[in-house]
């Protein structure tokens, strides 16, 4: 009887789990199109769109039809005819691009992809694959032993997501830790690496998200969101780096930032009443410590409503701004999205009287509570809402800011979250909080960067605290509001390559900590880190001490200044590393395995506190506060170390002594690297001159971007490109420029070029003449040039 009980109560529990979970079923019949094949399940409906040779994107809906509001991510137009073969079998049907193969298996319905050479790169788990449970959706995969995970954008335990699992679920979460899950950005993107070979997965669906990483089972890894399609995009690589790239195709790329939002950004909570504001720019003039921004955060308005200036604080906001401009400074003010409901207030009234808010399903404007207390928020993803709020923000714009920091836009009110029966307009087709709660940050700096090119034809700058996939179109990002501590400044390593590898290259962190008080060293070792991080800004919290670098020790500032005065002398080479990111989508500061795919060490735990630059320069900072040593690791090939210009073989683990006003800086064998003087700020005086730190290596090229800074010109063609050539033969070294592209005139008259760890060479030649006029010392040899477009100058042994 015992044995009779135990069966039947199996047998209930396997018929509830059958009921509460719902598989796609076996596939019923297809219809074949120009780009895609659409699939009909027994529980589901199954898109199969191709998109290009390597991108393949898998949509499942268990509804009628598919949902037909779109992609607030995706901006990559889907091509009217594709190129693919498609055949059927009994048991199957077999897609095939020029580099990938899909079977797809009829009862049940599994997807299994492969390369060209019949190598499995991904896989429906067997027994599962998609699944339903109610509004719920999952996608089980198959789990390989040596697969490694990373992405998912803004995390805080490192880069590997082995073993764990994940929200995605935007959320204000002030003085988070290693631990913490849900924080600003949701970014619901990962590669998968196995066998040194890359693919991507884009999970495009707004709604609350989970990413299993084989956590608690070792069957399966899946990924699923609690409502919506299950629409997801493979792209294979199998470069790392391409895989990043094409995501960027498909969801955008950052667009090129005024030079001047490159230097130095000094912030804090806050900077009132005016005076305070122009004592802080006066001192660091005075100081000599390079800075281009200021910002202002909320105590500048007029009880925190948006649009308005404290006029007690602030009698002359535009005498303010333009005498700021005439010292070299951007002002950035905070924006946050909750209006405060005040019948009088013109913003609220505009809102109300044009229904620009989001509301009740009742039609009752949703209120939250915020900083300006009980408020209204925009429905930005209303067209006439983005519209509207982009012509708001010329308000300040005409009177002399040069960007906007939004905040708070989570949206976060107080209680964290908005209830989820508020609705939104969904461009037309009508959402719930729950759809619309991770893409509202994306929504609002969408608004703001159309509105700022509607108005001006300048490029500005937008900073946003929370945002999805695609927010690299707008916005940089920071890492929200860290902790000054030693297990922050290394987060403000991984995180930011974590968000680099997630598309997002413009990022950042608070620099010093934005909580509590950080030690002398903590501070010194941040600034050192952020002037090698794609946002520099320092910024601190209201109930913290001034954290300007001239309110520190003389011996402090005097570190701090060197680390700021770095960042500006590459100023050129940073600019550089910009275009080629708005171009490729490709990460500024890049995770060791980007550039290193095939090396094992490049993915060690390690390795995740030290990263590329671009593709020549490796930055090994010190990650705690206390240490005098750093152990990093060096590629194979020789290695250039920046300080004492000493030659060092790669393949191996090296541990070096970090002074207090160091960091570890090497460069890559045939990397180049553009310098210029330091200045105060960007456009303080014309560069005339321009110096290449030349690193020999047999063969290298390298690309040297330019253009005015400033405009949108260059979407014109006015630009300059010259392109370097480096070459090594026997012990000849062969430099020569040409320029590929001259849109631009920089105004640079004369270029000195460096050429680092070589010998005195017997004979020198520049332009087809031999010179002396070059000087050579502890093999560094300076040659200068006028500047021009074609350049050969050949050291002779």
């Known amino acids: 009887m015992k044995k009779f009980t135990v069966i039947l109560l199996l047998f209930l529990v396997a018929v509830e789990i059958t009921a509460e979970f719902k598989f796609a079923g076996k596939i019923k019949n297809y219809k074949k199109l120009d780009n895609r094949i659409e699939f009909t399940l027994e529980n589901a409906k199954f898109n199969l769109y191709v998109l290009d040779r390597n991108i393949i994107r898998f949509r499942y809906t268990q509804k009628h039809d598919f949902d037909p509001a779109p992609s607030y991510a995706v901006i990559y137009e889907m091509p009217e005819k594709s190129d693919f073969s498609f055949h059927e079998s009994n048991d199957e049907f077999i897609i095939a691009t020029a580099e990938l193969t899909l079977k797809i298996a009829k009862n049940p319905c599994r997807v299994s992809i492969y390369d060209k050479n019949n190598n499995l790169l991904n896989a429906d788990h067997k027994s599962f694959g998609v699944a339903f449970d109610g509004d719920d959706i999952r996608c089980f995969k198959e789990l390989n032993a040596n697969e490694k995970f990373y992405g998912l954008g803004e995390k805080s335990d490192g880069l590997l997501k082995n073993g764990k699992q994940y929200t995605l679920w935007n959320t204000d979460f002030p003085g988070y830790d290693t631990r913490k899950d849900e924080l ?14 890359a693919y991507g997965i884009f999970f495009d669906n707004p709604y609350k998200s989970h990413f299993n990483f084989g956590a608690s089972n070792n069957r399966f890894y899946w990924f699923g969101a609690e409502k919506g399609e299950m629409d997801y995009y493979f792209i294979y690589g199998p470069d790392v780096k391409r895989v990043i790239s094409d995501y960027t195709k498909l969801t955008g790329r950052m667009e090129l930032p005024p030079k001047w939002a490159i230097g130095y950004q000094q912030s804090r909570y806050s900077y009132y009443p005016e005076s305070s504001v122009r004592r802080v720019a006066q001192a660091f003039r005075d100081r000599k410590i390079p800075c281009d921004v200021l910002y202002l955060d909320i105590h500048y308005m007029e009880g925190y409503r948006v649009f308005t200036w404290n006029k007690e604080r602030f009698p002359q906001p535009e005498k303010m701004l333009s005498d700021l401009e005439d010292m ?52 930005f993803t209303k067209e006439e809402t983005r519209k509207w709020w982009g012509d708001k923000l010329s308000l300040l714009l005409d009177q002399g800011v040069d960007g906007f920091w939004n905040d708070m836009n989570e949206p976060a009110v107080w209680g964290q979250n908005f209830p989820d029966i508020v609705l939104f307009d969904d461009n037309g087709f009508t959402a719930t909080h729950k759809k619309i709660h991770n893409v509202y940050a994306l929504s609002m700096a969408r608004s703001t960067a159309e509105g700022l090119k509607r108005h001006s034809n300048k490029r500005h700058f937008i900073l946003t605290r929370a945002g999805y996939s695609g927010i690299q ?15 922050h400044l290394i987060l403000a390593c991984t995180m930011s390559l974590g968000m680099g590898l997630s598309g997002v290259p413009f990022i950042g962190s ?28 320092g910024h601190s919290a209201v109930d913290t001490r001034q954290r300007e670098p001239y309110n520190y020790s003389e011996f402090v500032e005097k570190d701090v200044r060197k680390a700021i005065e770095t960042r ?14 708005s171009v490729t989508g490709l990460p500024i500061m890049r995770a060791m395995f980007v550039n290193y795919q095939d090396d094992a060490n490049a993915y060690s735990h390690e390795a995740q506190y030290q990263y590329m630059l671009g593709e020549n320069l490796l930055v090994a900072p010190v990650l705690i506060s206390y240490d005098k040593f750093k152990k ?4 194979d090939g020789k290695w250039y170390d920046w300080t004492n210009n000493s030659v060092v073989e790669g393949g191996g683990w090296i541990i070096k002594e970090v002074p207090l006003d160091e960091i570890l800086l090497f460069v890559r064998a045939g990397g180049i690297i553009p310098i210029q003087e330091v200045v105060n700020y960007v456009g303080e005086k014309e560069i005339d001159s321009l110096r290449f730190l030349i690193f020999p290596a047999a063969s290298s090229e390298y690309k040297f971007y330019e253009d005015d800074g400033v405009s949108y010109e260059y979407k014109n063609g006015k630009y300059a490109v010259t392109k370097f050539i480096l070459d090594k033969k026997d012990k000849n070294i062969i430099l020569t420029t040409n320029k590929e592209h001259k849109g631009y005139e920089s105004g640079v008259k004369k270029y000195e070029f460096l050429f680092v760890g070589v010998e005195k060479p017997a004979e020198v030649i520049v332009n087809g003449s031999m010179t002396d006029e070059f000087n050579f010392d502890n093999n560094r040899l300076s040659i200068q040039t006028l500047a021009s477009d074609n350049i050969k100058i050949e050291l002779k042994y």
Do not use: C, H, M
């Open 184 to 197: 600003y950005q949701s970014i619901p993107f990962f590669i998968g690496i196995n066998n040194y070979k």
């Open 328 to 379: 070299g400074f951007k002002v950035v003010p905070i924006i946050d999205p909750g209006v405060k409901a005040d019948p009088d207030y013109f913003v609220a009234k505009e809102g109300l009287e044009n229904d620009l808010f989001a509301k009740y399903p009742d039609g009752e404007y949703y209120q939250g509570e915020v900083w300006p207390s009980w408020s209204y928020f925009p429905d």
């Open 473 to 487: 179109r707008y916005a940089a990002v920071w890492t929200g509001d860290n902790v000054a501590n030693d297990e």
């Open 510 to 537: 608070d620099v010093g900590g934005f909580i509590g008080e950080p030690s002398d060293n903590l501070y010194r070792r941040w600034y050192q880190l952020g002037a090698f991080t794609p946002f520099f800004r």
């Open 568 to 581: 500006y002398r590459l100023l050129p080479f940073w600019y550089n590393e910009f275009y080629n990111s």
């Open 632 to 635: 990093l690791y060096l590629p």
